[in-house]
């Protein structure tokens, strides 16, 4: 349950809390909001957006079957491919900074409404 790795309850955290942790660094405020359209331009960051636009079906699923796991496997998958982004993906400072923070921002959302359906609370750092 505490390893930091694979499908637990600290990897999803982590994967949250760095998120915050760019929007932090480049000082993002929803006031701001309409300069940080996201237009995909690699790969990693077409499927991120892709399984994020899944929640209504991992809600859905979860409900129907009565599976609350498929909000778990949903926000694991969101993670692997939060790590993919970053790992593919220079954000700050990068010409497409305001793309991927928008992506980011809609992430951490997404993350938000899986955790409040699960029950669990979030930090916004380490």
């Not at 960051?45 to 949903?74: H, S």
């Not at 491919?81 to 991927?100: L, M, P």
């Amino acid at each position: 349950m505490l390893d930091p790795k694979g499908n637990t309850g600290v990897y999803l955290i982590y994967s949250y809390v760095r998120i915050c942790s760019i929007l932090r660094k480049v000082d993002f405020s929803e006031d701001d909001i309409e300069k940080y359209k996201f237009t995909a331009s690699n790969s990693a960051e077409r499927d991120l957006a892709l399984t994020i636009l899944r929640l209504p079906e991992a809600v859905e699923a979860a409900a129907k079957d009565l599976m609350i796991n498929r909000l778990t496997d949903q926000l694991y998958e969101i993670s692997t491919k939060v790590g993919d982004f970053y790992h593919a993906s220079r954000v700050i400072g990068s010409e497409e900074q305001n793309s991927r923070i928008g992506l980011l921002v809609a992430t951490k959302k997404v993350m938000e409404v899986c955790f409040h359906l699960l029950g669990m609370k979030t930090i916004d750092r380490i």
